[in-house]
Antibody, heavy 117, light 107 residues
Framework: EVQLQESGPGLVKPSQSLSLTCSVTGYSITSNYWGWIRKFPGNKMEWMGYISYSGSTSYNPSLKSRISITRDTSKNQFFLQLNSVTTEDTATYYC???????????WGQGVMVTVSS | DVQMTQSPSYLAASPGESVSISCKASKSISNNLAWYQEKPGKANKLLIHSGSTLQSGTPSRFSGSGSGTDFTLTIRSLESEDFAVYYCQQYNEYPLTFGSGTKLEIK
């Protein structure tokens, strides 16, 4: 069964970078698409972006200048980096697998990240 | 971006009852709509895609309907495990967008 697990710091200071790892078991990240979604306090969900089986990426235009999604196929992991964070980036971050190029079929449990000094 | 308007935001029902959740898109998304279930401490679960197609493992008491801009998730004969938060999400175009969620609680 496909399983995804997020990891990373739970607290990040404003203006710094947020870095998260998604470790995948049960399926190779060299197939399908893989990405990040976040949920803000108050439950609003935001699609952040994905990295494809070939390594190409697509990002939400609202984040385009700050976000980077990369991968390490040897470890079957992919990563999120979000630069210049503010308190408005406080959210629960989920990694996910896409069944097709746009339909998410598997989610991680999520990791809560707080941006605060 | 496609705006997804989900209602109600809160719903209270008893086991055995049936409930419906609405999701409206700001423009036509064909049938490219998914429904997810969220429970504390668990990974979100894809219940329905393509508006009405049950994902493998989704109980038959769940059903989805609609196309274009108006969609509905119906749960018949509620069971205790169904009390959760439900989200709709359109995947017709990027950026993918979500409804605001419906919390289904036991009455």
């Amino acid at each position: 069964e496909v399983q995804l697990q997020e990891s990373g710091p739970g607290l990040v200071k404003p203006s710094q970078s947020l870095s998260l790892t998604c470790s995948v078991t049960g399926y190779s990240i060299t197939s399908n698409y893989w990405g990040w979604i976040r949920k803000f306090p108050g439950n609003k969900m935001e699609w952040m972006g994905y990295i494809s089986y070939s390594g190409s990426t697509s990002y939400n235009p609202s984040l385009k200048s700050r976000i980077s999604i990369t991968r390490d196929t040897s470890k079957n992991q992919f990563f999120l980096q979000l630069n210049s964070v503010t308190t408005e980036d406080t959210a629960t971050y989920y990694c996910a697998r896409y069944k097709s190029s746009s339909l998410v079929d598997y989610w991680g449990q999520g990791v809560m990240v707080t941006v605060s000094s | 971006d496609v705006q997804m308007t989900q209602s109600p935001s809160y719903l209270a029902a008893s086991p055995g009852e049936s409930v419906s959740i609405s999701c409206k898109a700001s423009k036509s998304i064909s049938n490219n709509l998914a429904w997810y279930q969220e429970k504390p401490g668990k990974a979100n679960k894809l219940l329905i895609h393509s508006g009405s197609t049950l994902q493998s493992g989704t109980p038959s008491r769940f059903s989805g309907s609609g196309s274009g801009t108006d969609f509905t998730l119906t749960i018949r004969s509620l069971e205790s495990e169904d009390f959760a938060v439900y989200y709709c999400q359109q995947y017709n175009e990027y950026p993918l967008t979500f409804g605001s969620g419906t919390k289904l609680e036991i009455k």
